[in-house]
């Protein structure tokens, strides 16, 4: 009987149909979803860690934490609300209020979403015992930070809710957490931050939470964030930005024996405190919109300018390594060197020293154009074709940590530029090239391009005769070590004895009488230094237009066993003695002796202003030197 | 003696089932308590049945059947409605669903028609009779309205086909089924197009090759082709009219045609997710957090079998896949042995029943077949169904027993 085995067929079909089936659900599709705590009926909720405090290397409070409150509202259970009473207490109009309850029930009925954003400790005072009577709002407790001392906004940087972009990137975070944003709040956001304590909730299909999950078993406590103590001493930081008032540009100040950044200075800066609480984004669409003073733009870390002169220092060793000068070398100066190939285009020298032999040291302390520009072309000219020179050249020229990133613990940073063979060849495709068409390289012009902080590193190298740790901002984490890149001897490719003569003469460029610094020599610490005047150009309707130089002054003290290295330039502020040098002393000043002793000078310094001649470059496009 | 081990083995299967059942009715306190006293209460009533002798089931078939009848009749007039449905006699705080028992009484009146030494399958006559056996109860429920409960009773064509009904009933059956399907997923047009199609080839072939078949058949093949286009054009209009909307969103679901936005699939949706998140060995008993998160509409009663899939994982989906299967091809192999043609269409009855539950409601579950609303043979709550299918086993049992002792 044949009709039996339908029944059986159909049976035993259906059997194994199903079974592929969920195999199919079970086991060959679950093993995409392998976490038991990622399933929709689980509900992570977060506990949020205290974030670390910022000190500075005196144990000085930087950064802290304050309680922020955000009013939060689950919109289905707002009910018989008093509207005229809640608007007037919380300082926003219907129309607002209306739109906010409305975003509030887009996002969801029935989760708990924003309302108004970080309310102040009074507000919450005044606002916590009326709460009661709005059904559906309620207050929530974040930390946000405070700045007890206003200064070094670009360098503490800021935190902000984390954006989309990220959000995908990053699985920690999530919608409407805060993160780093910028500066050392960035850079060390995974310390600051600490760890989520995580807890699961167990809910039902409605979103309702229901209980713990598993009693708890997978939940995390919240780590609170590290502490961190930065290399920055908030005295000195303060005090130049005090010094940079009303002025565009930078200063930053190393220790040379470590490293360590005592002094990120970009000015003009801005009050930390305005990027937290109700005001932020109204703030920092003022700051970030500001695109004449940029005031959110690290100057010191991010600004390349010119180096001007200091560069002669290299211009000085690469000459003295490959050997094509000595010390005792001379040159006769005869107000300038030519430059290009068969152009009679020259460039100038003004350190008045015509006709007679000029040294090494002299050179230095009188800052003679020609004397390095000589220097440049033997170096260069030592070697058969001018691509061998150049790149020998920059091989140098980089050791001092120049053209390229630290890759320190910075947020922000530029490479500067320093040219080699290739990038010649590029812009003279037919190879008519020479030592003298770039001759302006020797002085810090031509196409270099430098940050203060490769400057004020190169300061460091000079004052440690020819090594470097690379700069950087943490001095110490609480509870761990700090990376090791930053206790590792970096080594120019200079040999440490031809510094000296070259320290010699940093150092008579105070100590001399005709000394380019003569003016800003400080009683009782040995300072070197050099000044510097860098020519720079912006175009103005398609014309190259020549803008006032900009003042730069390097300087390193004392000159034995220095302490402190640092680079100061000030945005078109002309000769580098007449802003940046007393700058760099008063800093230094400040820095050695705890005090300083020249008010005249200080008190020139502070209140002196730029700002005519910033607005100069916003009115007329021909700007007289 | 083999009675005696087959009687184990179903209740071996039985108390398996109902463990599990309870078990995961531990946190549903009101309906696991309820569902407890239902099965004790089921004891009484195997005592009953299996007491009873052979010849009252053979005798009174036809009484019970027209009780039966009468009584979802009368739900008409004091039935109470849960869920849009009028198919619960409401009982103190209980409720009594009588489609349930229905089951068990059509299963007895059609074993008493067809083991007629008179009856004869192959005669439209009584053709029409065994099918009014059944349209009867399934007509009155579906106007309850409960259609997953009404087409349960198709599964007796299974019996009839085994007992000797032509093939074509059967084939007729498919090939409609078929054709609503593809006219579902492909669109009435194309269908009638490629029917078309498919007609002008096959008169073409028989033109060429078997010119007297086709001069003798034409008329029969033209109009198989007219009925077909016919139906296929109906089919449409049916789905289109008669239908209502959320009938029609879960087949265009289940068939891909329409992308679900607005949650209609919910159920599939979340009962599928329910059942992949148990993974291979499951999350353990009373672990299923979809589960106690409620994340599945009417998991304790047609659900049901999510809880399986979540706390048991593959493992235990299996399992009682592998054990309804064993169950019903043991029913089966049982009521061939059968001396008496009673019994045995009475067998089969039962195991074509439990079959088209079974295969309904796991198959709806997992998202193979569109959601129809009926339960799980002694898995899903509710004591009219397990009271039901405690009836139509035991009275089988019964019956099963009487072939021991006569021979």
């Known amino acids: 009987m044949n009709r039996k085995f339908l029944l059986y067929a159909i049976i035993i079909l259906t059997g194994l149909v199903y079974i592929g089936k969920l195999f199919f659900l079970q086991v060959y599709q679950r093993s995409f979803s392998n976490s038991p705590l990622n399933n929709a009926a689980i509900k992570t909720k977060y506990e949020y860690p205290n974030r670390g405090y910022i000190y500075d290397r005196n144990g000085k409070l930087l950064v802290a934490n304050q309680l922020s409150y955000d009013i939060m509202v689950i919109p289905r259970e707002v009910k018989d609300l008093d509207t005229l009473e809640f608007c007037s207490l919380l300082d926003i109009d219907k129309e607002s209020f209306l739109k906010r309850l409305k975003k509030a029930r887009r996002y969801s009925p029935r989760i708990p979403s924003r309302f108004l954003q970080q309310l102040s400790k009074d507000d919450y005072a005044y606002l916590q015992e009326k709460m009661h009577k709005f059904k559906g709002f309620f207050i929530q407790k974040r930390s946000i930070r405070q700045y007890p001392i206003k200064s070094a906004a670009n360098v503490l940087g800021y935190i902000s809710e984390v954006n989309e972009e990220f959000l995908r990137k990053n699985k920690y975070y999530h919608q ?35 209980g713990s999950y598993k009693n708890g078993i997978y939940d995390t406590l919240a780590q609170s964030g590290k502490d961190l103590t930065l290399t920055i001493d908030s005295e000195l930081q303060q005090y130049g930005e005090q010094l940079m008032n009303n002025k565009r540009g930078g200063i930053i100040a190393i220790e040379p024996s470590t490293g360590e950044i005592l002094a990120i200075i970009s000015a003009p800066s801005y009050d930390p405190n305005l990027m937290v609480g109700r005001g932020r984004s109204k703030n920092s669409v003022l700051l970030f919109g500001d695109t004449i003073n940029k005031p959110t733009f690290n100057r010191g870390l991010q600004g390349t300018y010119p180096p001007g002169s200091p560069f002669k220092i290299v211009s000085a060793l690469v000459a003295l390594q490959e050997e094509v000068i000595t010390p005792e070398t001379y040159v006769k100066c005869y107000h300038g060197h030519r430059y290009g190939i068969r152009s009679k285009a020259f460039m ?43 790149d020998a050249w920059n091989q140098h020229v980089t050791s001092f940590g120049l053209g390229k990133y630290f890759g320190n613990d910075l947020s922000v940073g530029q490479p500067g530029l320093i040219p080699n063979a290739a990038f010649y060849k590029k812009y003279y495709p037919k190879g008519r090239w020479r030592a003298v068409t770039t001759i302006s390289n020797a002085i810090g012009q031509g196409e270099i391009l430098t940050t203060p902080l490769q400057l004020a590193n190169l300061t460091a190298i000079v004052a440690n005769r020819g090594f470097y740790y690379t700069p950087h901002i943490v001095k110490s984490i609480k509870g761990m070590e700090v990376d090791r890149k930053f206790i590792t001897k970096n080594s120019t490719s200079i040999d440490k004895k031809h510094f000296e003569p070259v320290i010699e003469g940093l150092f008579n460029v105070f100590e001399k009488p005709n000394g380019t610094a003569r003016a800003s ?66 800093m230094i000043e400040k820095y050695l002796t705890g005090e300083t002793k020249r008010p005249l000078i200080e008190q020139k310094m502070m209140n002196g202003s730029l700002k005519d001649e910033y607005d100069k470059q916003l009115s007329t496009p021909q700007i007289e030197k | ?69 009468l009584s979802l009749i009368g739900l008409f007039l004091f039935g109470k409605n849960i869920n849009g449905a009028t198919s619960w006699y409401p009982i103190g705080t209980f409720t009594l669903q009588p489609s349930e028992f229905m089951k068990a009484a059509t299963a007895l009146a059609m074993a008493k028609l067809v083991s007629d030494k008179q009856f004869n399958l192959k005669s439209p006559k009584q053709q029409l009779q065994a099918i009014l056996i059944l349209f009867l109860p399934a007509i009155l429920i579906t106007l309850q309205p409960d259609p997953g409960s009404a087409l349960v009773y198709i599964s007796f064509f299974l019996v009839l086909y085994r007992e000797g009904l032509p093939m074509y009933y059967i084939s007729i059956g498919v090939i409609a089924v078929v054709l609503f399907v593809l006219t579902l997923a492909f669109g009435a047009n194309t269908v009638s197009m490629s029917l078309l199609l498919l007609f002008i080839t096959f008169i073409t072939f028989l033109s060429i090759k078997r010119q007297r078949l086709l001069k003798r058949g034409w ?23 008669v239908f209502q909307q959320r009938h029609r969103d879960r087949f265009n679901i289940l068939l891909g045609l329409s992308e679900d936005t607005s949650n209609i699939g919910y159920n599939t949706n979340q009962a599928i997710k329910t059942i992949a998140s148990g993974g291979f060995g499951g999350r353990g008993f009373l672990q299923g957090e979809r589960t106690q998160g409620h994340f599945v509409p009417e998991q304790d009663t047609d659900y049901i079998f999510t809880t399986v899939g979540e706390e048991w994982g593959f493992i235990g989906t299996t ?22 043609r009673f019994s045995r269409i009475y067998g089969y009855s039962i195991a074509a029943i439990f079959f088209f539950h079974f295969a309904i409601n796991i198959g709806m579950v997992i998202g193979l077949l569109p959601t129809i609303g009926i339960p799980l043979p002694f898995f899903s709550y509710g004591g009219s169904g397990l009271w039901g299918f405690t009836l139509l086993l035991f009275i089988f049992i019964r019956l099963d027993a009487n072939r021991t002792y006569e021979w």
């Open chain 2, 219 to 241: 008329p029969a093949m033209t109009f198989v082709y007219i009925l077909a286009t016919l139906y296929v054009l109906g089919c449409n209009l049916v789905y289109n009219n």
């Open chain 1, 176 to 210: 409407g957490e805060l993160i780093g944003t910028l500066g050392v709040e960035k850079t060390y956001e995974e310390v600051l931050r600490g760890t989520k304590g995580k807890s699961y909730i167990q809910r039902n299909r409605f979103n309702k939470e229901i």
């Open chain 1, 521 to 586: 020599r400080v009683p009782g610490i040995e300072i070197s230094g050099k000044t510097g005047t860098s020519e720079n150009y912006i175009k103005i309707n398609g014309v190259r237009t020549k803008l006032k130089d900009h003042s730069i002054f390097i300087a390193f003290a004392p000159k034995d066993n220095p302490k402190i290295a640092l680079a100061v330039f000030v945005e078109n502020g002309y000769w580098g003695s007449r802003w940046a040098g007393p700058i760099a002393s008063l």
């Open chain 2, 1 to 69: 003696m083999y009675f005696g081990l087959v009687f184990l083995g179903w209740l071996n299967i039985y108390s398996v089932t109902i463990t599990d059942e309870e078990l995961n009715l531990l946190n549903l306190t009101t309906g696991y308590g309820k569902q407890i006293l239902w099965i004790l209460l089921c004891f009484p009533i195997i005592v009953v049945v299996l007491m009873l002798d052979v010849k009252f089931y053979e005798k009174f078939g036809a009484i019970i059947y027209l009780v039966a009848l």
């Open chain 2, 319 to 340: 399992f009682v896949i592998v054990l309804f299967i064993v169950f019903m091809l043991r029913i089966i192999t049982l009521a061939d042995r059968q001396k008496m």
């Open chain 1, 348 to 390: 100038k020298c003004h350190c008045g020293l015509v006709g007679v032999p000029i040294r090494l040291n002299q050179a230095m302390y009188r800052s003679c154009n020609t004397y390095f520009s000589n220097a440049y072309r033997k170096s260069i000219e030592k070697y058969d074709t001018p691509s061998e020179g150049m």
